[in-house]
């Protein structure tokens, strides 16, 4: 193989535009990693801290390795790759996305970006490209929420936004704190502090996702630039009512929580519209009943409300909704109990990076807008601390968090190739 170019990098916006990705390599990691699954699944099921985890880790850990970085775990799994900068002093670049995924979720949502940063990795390594900032890419843990209900709980604890108390606080339905969890694959979440971010470390972060929505496809634009993101607000509701015999209890001596929660449930789609927000979303993913069985009137039900818009008062007003309803409930002899789980601010992101990320997909001749996130992202939690940039390839049909999400392999390429000649450009200044 003859030795490849060296790109001298000092007319950076020439230079950068001559830097190819190699697109099947990118296609193959991510066919290779989405494919870890446990028997007999559909779609990705990667947990953090599961074994389907741990196969990818290895993966991603061999080929940063390979394509010359520093690798490290830090204290609550994130995975992190570095190339070391040629001026020590000057802050670094974060480039990054999460591993894990949802219960039988699609192939892309995170490792897209996870793929990109080990893309990105290789072709500094193959043009033997010397960035004069440090260039680390994260592979981010438990940012679905999927174990605890928390979602961005590994980048939130970089970021400082979630620390041991959290850790011990959040439980996963078996009733296993986050803290043990963690301590039993192997991590060391008491040196935590540790692996703090301090703001001055950091220049800028970029992150690139599928949209998940259908907002890319709806327009014709091949590259979403992400001004903002919804903040969101995790609620977990249990309601208590009186379990009993479902053929011999008669209708009006019923403490039913199931009919309850369907009184609540039923109402969120009103609700919202009532608000009136033309962002406001909220969903009920999640419900279990105790003890589910279909000739038992439940003794207690519980289910998630994730509610989410750009404008917190928008969040606030639903739960007011939701809080309402359950002392009205709470009147009728039902045992009523709502915790918030976990919340996130909404977020806007640079002004600057997102200019250079369209500049790049423009002088690629790829049509792009700007546009919102309804989906929360590890980037979301470093906008108090550096210049963050989001980029949305399209997701076909609109589709995410199901084993049909799927993205052309020409728009991840697109998506690939603007983020790596950002990245260039930023690590050069
Ligand atoms: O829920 C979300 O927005 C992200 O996929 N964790
Ligand atoms: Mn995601
Ligand atoms: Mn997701």
Avoid at 139 to 144: I, R
Avoid at 248 to 262: E, H, S, V
Avoid at 275 to 297: H, R, W
Wanted: glycine share 10%; net charge negative.
């Amino acid at each position: 193989m003859e030795s490849p170019m060296v790109i001298p990098i000092n007319n950076i916006r020439r230079e950068v535009r001559s830097l190819k990705i190699n697109i099947q390599r990118v296609m193959e990691d991510i066919r290779t990693i989405s494919s870890i699954r446990p028997e007999g699944s559909f779609g990705s099921t990667r947990f953090s801290y599961s074994e389907e985890d741990r196969h990818a880790r290895e993966y991603v850990i061999r080929e940063m390795t390979g394509a010359g970085a520093n690798v490290w775990t830090d204290s609550v799994g994130n995975i992190h790759g570095r190339i070391v900068g040629t001026e020590k002093e000057k802050s670094r670049v974060l480039v990054g996305s999460h591993l894990d995924t949802v219960r039988n979720g699609g192939p892309l949502d995170g490792l897209l970006g996870v793929a990109a940063g080990l893309e990105i990795l290789r072709v500094f390594q193959e043009e033997k490209i010397k960035p004069v900032r440090d260039l680390e890419i994260i592979a981010f843990s438990e940012e679905e929420g999927s174990n605890f209900g928390a979602t961005m709980l590994g980048s939130k604890c970089l970021a400082g936004k979630a620390g041991l108390e959290e850790l011990r606080r959040l439980k996963n339905d078996e009733g296993i704190t986050a803290y043990e969890v963690m301590k039993k694959f192997g991590l060391n979440p008491d040196s935590i502090e540790e692996d703090l971010f301090k703001p001055e470390e950091t220049y800028a972060m970029l992150e690139l996702h599928i949209e998940q929505g259908q907002v890319l496809e709806d327009s014709g634009a091949s590259l979403g630039i992400v001004e903002g993101i919804f903040g969101m607000t995790n609620i977990h509701i249990t309601l208590k009512g009186i379990g009993n015999h479902a053929g011999a209890t008669p209708m009006g001596l019923r403490r039913d929580p199931m009919a309850a929660a369907g009184r609540i449930i039923g109402k969120i789609p009103e609700w919202v519209n009532q608000i009136g927000s033309t962002q406001l979303v909220a969903t009920v993913g999640k419900i279990q009943a105790y003890p589910n069985a279909s000739n038992v009137i439940p003794e207690k039900v519980a289910f998630t409300v994730d509610i989410r818009d750009m404008e917190a008062g928008f969040i606030g007003k639903m739960e007011s909704r939701i809080r309402e309803e359950l002392e009205r409930l709470g009147k009728e002899g039902i045992q009523i109990q709502m915790e918030t789980i976990a919340t996130s601010p909404s977020v806007s992101l640079s002004r600057e990076i997102g200019d250079i990320l369209k500049e790049e997909a423009t002088a690629m001749g790829i049509s792009n807008r700007n546009m919102y996130s309804g989906a929360v992202h590890d980037c979301a939690m470093f906008t108090d601390m550096t210049k963050v940039g989001l980029l949305f390839v399209p997701s076909i049909g609109g589709r995410s968090h199901v084993p049909e999400e799927d993205t052309k392999e020409g728009d991840i390429g697109a998506g690939i190739s603007v983020l790596l000649r950002a990245v260039c450009r930023v690590v050069m200044e």
